[in-house]
């Protein structure tokens, strides 16, 4: 079979389990451009149980979710409501995801954690990869889908039969999750840095949504492995690390053919974490570096790429929902809100007031006009200039700092550059938007010397909060092999630095300073890792990458 048909035939398996149980799996995130692949795969949606309810990301709140019926209320004594479209359960099928805003994937997510009975479907159209549905949405799904490039060839008749699944769903709940399948899925997906505990929980449901399609009364190795190769592959942030080899056994094993006490599997069923972690590792694209997305950041959803911190206002920007407020001659207000919640109370103040006219308004019923608006982002590049760093990776640290600054020059961030090595730390570039500037700052840029690690954080600490006080919003992404040995007094005392570094990065995390911590040692550092854990960053080991990885990794954490 091609790599297309292996993706078709893993997208009907998906789809399949999905109908199985849509209450439980959530939903599918499907990618893909209008093609027969994407035109193949709506078509088998009617074998999802739900009826279907198709809507747009501009949707209004009151059309999904229910609210007054405005005109109606208005025309009579009563209050009139509508039920929205999530009224009872249904499958959802959301065109255009990629377009949905973060207030609309919330109160989605929501929607789905209140275990109403609905299943979604994201039909994602993005082109780039900055254009894609909100995270917060799309970590609820049980499967991310990639239609893109399969062909009208790799098509092949799905094996979905209807009354095969309503079979599977009457015994779905009859197939129980046995200690050893949960444990199993959670550590695979740790060993693939997936720190969400409902992945492991999708694919639990997903483990026994294919047993129960195969008849079985109890989950098989082979029903965790197409779980864990459906689910966890577009959620990996990291490839897996090769297990050490532990000593032989001193105790002679125990007989194969006597079950431990309290366990009632068939050994013969049992399946090695490492087959899984294999299954999985052959599912990931082989350019998963450049898309890593580190836990705790996302990817923008936008195609404007830098924009800072959000701040709210009442004269322009993006809209947000009106809020209740009083007139003070510099708020706008919105008419509509405050007709939709004057409406309801219209009856009761009309037999108290029987010889008023038109509408009676109160000042409660007031809303007001708000709006969005976004500061420009200053990236702090501290880059390790320290004899350690220029051993190792110190000329793709420079090739990565200036492939970013391209793409920040054309996103119209500004960008600052501070340097540290021998005994303290420079700001070789104050905050600049000029691209000539900066990169003839970093081609000069010496290696050598002692790594300040500490002085590095602090500079790039007062850097930060000196751009916040001008109205930028500043990020850190530091580049370095984690090596520290100079105390911030300039005393080579490795303790000592240590100790420094870890009191400036959780001071850079108390004053709410998003940062990035790459780690370009030859082999992962436990030390860099534990300074990132306290300043509240991502971590990310590239150990062999080169400067356009470097870069695309960076890029891809900070973009958002």
């Known amino acids: 079979m091609s790599e297309g048909s292996d993706r078709w035939d893993a997208a009907c398996q998906a789809l399949r389990l999905l109908a199985i149980d849509p209450a439980g799996l959530k939903g599918i995130s499907l990618r893909g451009r209008s093609g027969p692949a994407r035109q193949a795969f709506v078509d088998h949606l009617p074998i999802l149980p739900l009826p279907r309810r198709k809507f747009h990301p501009t949707i209004p709140d009151e059309q999904l979710f229910g609210g007054i019926d405005l005109a109606a209320t208005l025309a009579s ?7 929205g479209l999530t009224g009872n359960p249904a499958t959802l099928i ?3 995801a990629e377009r949905a805003g973060a207030d609309l994937g919330a109160k989605l997510a929501q929607l789905l954690d ?3 009975g609905h299943c979604l479907i994201l039909l994602d159209e993005g082109a780039e990869d900055a254009e894609h549905p909100p995270p917060a949405l799309t970590e609820r799904l049980a499967f991310h889908l990639d239609l893109d490039g399969i062909g009208a060839s790799d098509l092949a008749a799905a094996d979905i039969v209807a009354t095969d699944l ?6 779905l709940p009859l197939v129980p999750a046995g200690t050893e399948d949960i444990t199993s899925l959670v550590t695979i997906a740790a060993r693939f840095g997936i720190d969400s505990l409902r992945a492991p929980w999708l694919a639990l449901r997903a483990a026994r949504a294919n047993a129960a399609y195969h008849g079985r009364d109890r989950i098989a190795p082979e029903d965790l492995a197409l779980a864990a190769r459906l689910v966890y592959p577009s959620r990996a942030t990291m490839l897996p690390a090769e297990e050490e080899q532990a000593p032989p056994a001193q105790d002679p094993p125990a007989p194969q053919d006597q079950p431990a006490d309290g366990d009632t599997r068939d050994p013969g069923m049992d399946i090695p974490d490492e087959m899984l972690i294999d299954a ?4 990931l694209p082989a350019h998963l570096l450049d898309q890593l997305v580190p836990a705790g950041t996302t990817r923008g959803a936008g195609t404007s790429g830098g924009a800072g911190a959000r701040h709210k206002g009442n004269r322009r920007g993006r809209p947000l929902p009106p809020r209740p407020g009083r007139l003070d001659g510099t708020s706008r207000i919105d008419l509509v809100a405050t007709l939709r919640a004057a409406a309801p109370w219209q009856p009761m103040r009309r037999k108290a007031m029987p010889t008023a006219t038109g509408l009676l308004i109160r000042p409660s019923d007031i809303r007001l006009k708000r709006y969005e608006d976004t500061s420009d982002r200053l990236l702090i590049f501290v880059v390790d200039a ?5 051993m190792s990776r110190l000329g793709e640290a420079k090739g990565a700092v200036e492939l970013l600054l391209g793409e920040a020059y054309a996103r119209r961030d500004h960008v600052a550059l501070i340097a540290f090595r021998g005994t303290s730390a420079e700001v070789l570039l104050p905050p600049t938007r000029s691209l000539v500037q900066t990169k003839r700052r970093l081609a000069a840029l010496p290696g050598g010397g002692g790594t300040p690690l500490a002085s590095g954080l602090k500079a790039a600490g007062e850097l930060a909060m000196q751009a916040r006080g001008r109205g930028l919003t500043p990020t850190l992404a530091m580049l370095t092999d984690g090596r520290a040995n100079i105390a911030l007094d300039g005393q080579a005392d490795r303790t000592q630095a240590g100790a420094d570094a870890v009191a400036l990065a959780q001071m850079i995390r108390a004053q709410g300073i998003p940062a990035l911590v790459l780690d370009m040692s030859n082999r992962p550092q436990d030390a860099l890792r534990d300074l990132a854990s306290h300043m ?8 062999r990458a080169d400067a356009k990885r ?3 990794a960076i890029s891809t954490a900070l973009d958002g």
């Open 77 to 83: 004594d009563k209050v009139f409501l509508n039920q």
């Open 94 to 96: 959301l065109t255009m």
């Open 536 to 543: 509240g960053a991502p971590y990310i080991p590239l150990p």
């Open 114 to 116: 209140s275990d109403a």
């Open 166 to 171: 309503e079979q599977a769903r009457k015994r």
């Open 280 to 283: 999985v590792r052959a599912l």
């Open 550 to 552: 470097l870069s695309t």
């Open 386 to 390: 320290s004899g350690s760093a220029a």
